[in-house]
């Protein structure tokens, strides 16, 4: 009786071994089912303007779908994993095999013009490599007139593969056949595998683009921040931005979009916030308070506020708090533009060592550029320079935002109110949180260069 139950186990283990093998490990036997998943469509110049593949009248493999469902991190970016039931199996080879016949009617051909003129891409998943594509394109006539609506028929997929990996995938189209109600085409795929010599490791390698990321260029900005702030020296967050994103969420359910957060998915959001996020600040607060004990100012300080003398506008904290920003600004612009042709326009940002340099000389500008403020209106015999110092420091933000909306306007092509929301939504946290850093830090600054200045002077 127990051999035959420690066989029966061995035979679960084996069992459960095989079913975790594949997308889990990445290693496969020879024919072994290798499974293409569907993801999304959307809007090429509209990145955040997702919806489910099959909204798209596309022959659903069945109608119960299998889906792969992720983590947070998949569910806050819009993914949704459908199993395409494609046949593919790893080293055999597919001349071209139909998927299905897709009838055509007028309510489909209207919906899939529709997306073509708007430029609609889709996105697919093998062993966690995406294959990206376009539902189908307008074509003209040698005068350029007459465009006519085709959709891409055929799906060729080429897999490199190490031994028992995969390596690299890579999606072209071709069959394009026209747009007409009442006819019916074959949506067709074949795969192709060929061997390479990349190892695992450096897989994700294709997908970076080294020319766009130059160093030269990163060390140009650098360098020249450096030059630019010389010359020009001598010349409540998380609801905030619950707010916005539920705003932005409402939009999105409405498109009935992929972007859209499922309730669920908000409440563990806000689960984290309000067992994780908010204990820690109730406890650093109470940690901090008594850590730092009785007030120890260097010098004593009257209780009756002294009047303070008129000042020239320069000198006013509104005036010192708006400008306090541009050094800061100045010192990171250029690598704004990298960071939001990462996030807008589907490019793998990889230079964290270059950001990382540009957040110390973001980190060292603004304290020393909110020291120099500060003196400015300690000289002109105004105390309030608490609040100034935070605001100056803080309105670099205000500058990337504007940024921004230069960056929408003159290097993107995206349209549309759900896109445009999104955009500027998303900016509008990233900005927040920005400027509640840069605030915090030119408060702390001048904190340390007040109590320093002040501690061996003679206060009356």
């Given at each position: 009786?127990?051999s035959?139950?420690?066989a029966?186990?061995?035979l679960?283990?084996s069992l459960l071994?095989?079913?975790?093998?594949s997308?889990s490990?990445?290693?496969y036997?020879?024919?072994?089912?290798?499974t293409?998943?569907?993801n999304?469509?959307g809007?090429?110049n509209?990145?955040q303007?997702?919806y489910?593949?099959f909204?798209?009248?596309?022959?659903?493999?069945?109608?119960?779908?299998?889906?792969k469902w992720g983590?947070?991190g998949?569910v806050?970016?819009?993914?949704?994993?459908i199993?395409s039931e494609i046949p593919?199996k790893f080293?055999?080879?597919?001349?071209?095999?139909?998927?299905?016949k897709?009838e055509?009617?007028?309510a489909?051909?209207?919906h899939?013009?529709?997306?073509?003129?708007?430029?609609?891409?889709?996105?697919?998943?093998m062993?966690?490599?995406p294959?990206?594509?376009?539902?189908g394109?307008?074509?003209?006539?040698?005068?350029g007139e007459?465009?006519?609506h085709?959709l891409y028929?055929h799906k060729?997929?080429?897999?490199?593969?190490?031994?028992?990996?995969?390596?690299?995938?890579n999606?072209?189209?071709d069959n394009p056949?026209?747009?007409e109600a009442g006819?019916?085409?074959d949506?067709t795929y074949s795969?192709?595998?060929i061997?390479?010599d990349i190892?695992f490791?450096r897989?994700?390698d294709?997908?970076?683009?080294?020319p766009?990321?130059?160093?030269?260029i990163?060390?140009?900005?650098?360098f020249?921040?450096f030059?630019?702030?010389m010359?020009?020296?001598?010349s409540?967050f998380?609801?905030?931005?619950?707010g916005?994103?539920?705003?932005?969420n409402?939009?999105?359910?409405f498109?009935g979009?992929?972007a859209?957060i499922p309730?669920?998915?908000m409440v563990v959001?806000?689960?984290?916030?309000?067992?994780?996020?908010f204990p820690l600040?109730?406890?650093?607060?109470?940690?901090g308070r008594?850590?730092s004990?009785?007030?120890?100012n260097p010098c004593r300080?009257?209780t009756?506020?002294r009047?303070i003398?008129?000042?020239?506008?320069y000198?006013t904290p509104?005036?010192?708090?708006?400008?306090g920003?541009l050094?800061?600004?100045?010192s990171?612009?250029?690598?704004?533009?990298?960071v939001?042709t990462?996030?807008w326009?589907?490019k793998v940002?990889?230079?964290y060592?270059?950001?990382?340099?540009v957040?110390?000389?973001?980190v060292i500008v603004t304290?020393?550029?909110t020291?120099v403020?500060?003196?400015?209106?300690l000289?002109?015999?105004?105390y309030?320079?608490?609040?100034?110092?935070?605001?100056?420091?803080?309105?670099t933000?205000?500058?990337v935002?504007?940024?921004s909306i230069?960056y929408y306007y003159?290097?993107t092509k995206m349209?549309?109110?759900?896109?445009?929301?999104f955009?500027?939504g998303y900016?509008?946290?990233f900005?927040l949180?920005l400027g509640?850093?840069?605030?915090a830090?030119?408060f702390?600054?001048?904190?340390?260069f007040?109590?320093?200045?002040?501690?061996n002077i003679?206060c009356?």
């Amino acid at each position: 009786m127990p051999s035959s139950t420690g066989a029966v186990l061995l035979l679960l283990v084996s069992l459960l071994a095989i079913a975790l093998a594949s997308d889990s490990d990445h290693k496969y036997q020879a024919d072994e089912q290798v499974t293409l998943w569907v993801n999304k469509v959307g809007p090429y110049n509209n990145p955040q303007e997702t919806y489910n593949y099959f909204s798209l009248p596309f022959c659903r493999p069945s109608q119960n779908d299998v889906h792969k469902w992720g983590g947070l991190g998949e569910v806050l970016g819009g993914n949704e994993l459908i199993d395409s039931e494609i046949p593919i199996k790893f080293l055999k080879n597919v001349d071209r095999n139909v998927i299905c016949k897709l009838e055509l009617d007028e309510a489909k051909v209207k919906h899939f013009k529709d997306a073509i003129e708007s430029s609609y891409w889709f996105e697919f998943f093998m062993d966690d490599l995406p294959l990206w594509g376009f539902v189908g394109e307008l074509h003209s006539d040698k005068n350029g007139e007459n465009a006519k609506h085709v959709l891409y028929t055929h799906k060729n997929i080429v897999v490199k593969y190490n031994k028992d990996q995969i390596i690299h995938v890579n999606l072209t189209q071709d069959n394009p056949r026209p747009l007409e109600a009442g006819r019916t085409v074959d949506l067709t795929y074949s795969v192709q595998w060929i061997p390479t010599d990349i190892t695992f490791p450096r897989r994700f390698d294709v997908y970076l683009d080294y020319p766009f990321f130059e160093h030269q260029i990163h060390w140009f900005s650098i360098f020249n921040s450096f030059m630019m702030c010389m010359v020009l020296t001598a010349s409540l967050f998380p609801f905030l931005c619950f707010g916005i994103g539920f705003l932005l969420n409402t939009i999105a359910i409405f498109y009935g979009s992929l972007a859209a957060i499922p309730f669920g998915t908000m409440v563990v959001v806000f689960v984290i916030w309000g067992f994780i996020s908010f204990p820690l600040a109730l406890l650093g607060t109470v940690v901090g308070r008594n850590w730092s004990g009785a007030p120890n100012n260097p010098c004593r300080v009257k209780t009756i506020p002294r009047p303070i003398p008129e000042k020239k506008w320069y000198l006013t904290p509104s005036v010192v708090s708006l400008m306090g920003g541009l050094l800061p600004f100045g010192s990171i612009f250029i690598e704004m533009y990298f960071v939001f042709t990462s996030f807008w326009n589907y490019k793998v940002y990889y230079v964290y060592g270059f950001m990382l340099l540009v957040f110390v000389i973001l980190v060292i500008v603004t304290v020393c550029v909110t020291i120099v403020g500060t003196y400015f209106l300690l000289n002109a015999e105004n105390y309030h320079w608490q609040w100034t110092s935070f605001f100056s420091a803080a309105s670099t933000a205000v500058y990337v935002y504007l940024y921004s909306i230069y960056y929408y306007y003159v290097k993107t092509k995206m349209s549309g109110f759900f896109q445009t929301s999104f955009y500027f939504g998303y900016t509008m946290m990233f900005c927040l949180g920005l400027g509640i850093l840069c605030g915090a830090v030119g408060f702390l600054g001048s904190n340390l260069f007040v109590r320093r200045i002040y501690r061996n002077i003679k206060c009356d």
